[in-house]
């Protein structure tokens, strides 16, 4: 049988976004799966309660879950699989502020309203991680075309793809990075990116796409 692989949106985002990511991914012969959670209202714990039950419900007799996140989604799958008992799998970033967003840290500086719109995960977003230490092999793919409501937000150091940085993606501990012409929105609608996405859950590694 296929590996099956869960994707998570973003922030702001329902599970519809990633559409044209799932047709993708099941032509490539993988068994998709959208994992829908309010990225506002919901705490933390609750999403993070969902997703792994959800991973162990699929997993059957040890088959492979593999989990693609965008933006929030990734940070929210290295989260879940950071110190929990789950099936083997590979996670891929896409456009994922590892490291911290300095877009949502502009948000967080308009005080209250500012909080509100980032939800419960409004300290993971602003903050991210200081390394990756967990069991998975994760692969990060950042975008590099500057188009997006996050440019008049952040105050960005170096290519950015309009809401994250690429230096933002890049987290100690990573199996692999790449960076392609895409911006935030864009990652989840690119070729490349399906691609890319369905190579590292296969083998591992990025092929064909600057680090």
């Known amino acids: 049988m296929s590996d099956h692989v869960i994707l998570l949106h973003g922030l702001w985002m ?6 044209m990511l799932h047709r993708r991914l099941i032509e490539a012969g993988f068994r998709v799966h959208r994992f829908d959670y309010l990225s506002v209202a919901a705490t933390q714990q609750r999403i993070l309660d969902r997703l792994q039950a959800r991973m162990a419900a699929l997993a059957g007799e ?3 879950v593999h989990l693609v996140g965008h933006s929030l989604g990734g940070l929210l799958a290295l989260r879940a699989c950071l110190d929990a008992e ?12 590892l490291k911290g967003s300095a877009a949502a840290r502009g948000f967080a500086a308009w005080g209250r309203g500012g909080e509100v719109l980032l939800g419960h995960n409004r300290e993971l977003l602003q903050q991210g991680f200081e390394r990756w230490d967990g069991p998975r092999e994760v692969g990060v793919i950042a975008g590099r075309m500057p188009l997006g ?4 937000l952040g105050h960005f150091v ?16 990573l199996t692999a990075h790449c960076v392609v012409e895409a911006n935030h929105t864009g990652l989840l609608f690119s070729q490349e990116v399906a691609r890319l996405v369905a190579e590292f859950l296969r083998d591992g590694r990025f092929t064909g796409a600057p680090d």
Do not use: W
């Open 62 to 64: 040890g088959e492979v």
């Open 14 to 19: 329902r599970g519809f976004a990633l559409s």
């Open 158 to 173: 170096g290519e950015h793809d309009g809401t994250v940085a690429v230096e933002e993606t890049r987290l100690a501990g």
């Open 86 to 97: 789950l099936p083997p799998g590979r996670i891929v970033c896409l456009g994922s502020p």
């Open 149 to 152: 409501l996050g440019a008049m």
